[in-house]
């Protein structure tokens, strides 16, 4: 499994909290609509604390197959196919400041279902 971590700002005069709507009401769908070969697309949003002020508004997995269904979607990114996303983000985010990271994942413990059944 290979993902691309990616750290996200927002546009210069947009508050965190329209940051944060847009970017899960609109891009959010859009990305799981549009991206080929995606198989997980996560949004984590930081937790605001007052006086504690974080690096980046928000970060974004993108989950892939394996790295040729990963570098695919960075082909895809370059392509007239792509434009409405490319768009998308220039509404929301400092693309300037965008970080992308590719990464291999390595799970060491997963979260164990919690359903419960009832008597009977």
């Not at 993902?3 to 009401?25: H, P, T």
């Amino acid at each position: 499994m290979m993902k691309i971590v990616a750290l996200v700002y927002r546009k210069a005069g947009m508050s965190a909290k329209q940051f944060q709507s847009y970017w899960v009401e609109k891009h959010g769908p859009l990305m799981v609509r549009t991206v080929p070969g995606i198989l997980h697309y996560t949004q984590n949003v930081p937790d605001e604390k007052p006086g504690q002020s974080d690096d980046a508004d928000g970060i974004a997995e993108l989950w892939f197959e394996d790295i040729d269904a990963l570098h695919d979607y960075l082909d895809w990114r370059e392509t007239a196919d792509a434009q409405e996303l490319r768009r998308d983000e220039d509404v929301f985010q400092d693309v300037s400041r965008t970080r992308r990271y590719v990464v291999e994942e390595h799970t060491f413990k997963q979260p164990q279902s919690t359903t419960t059944s009832l008597p009977g």
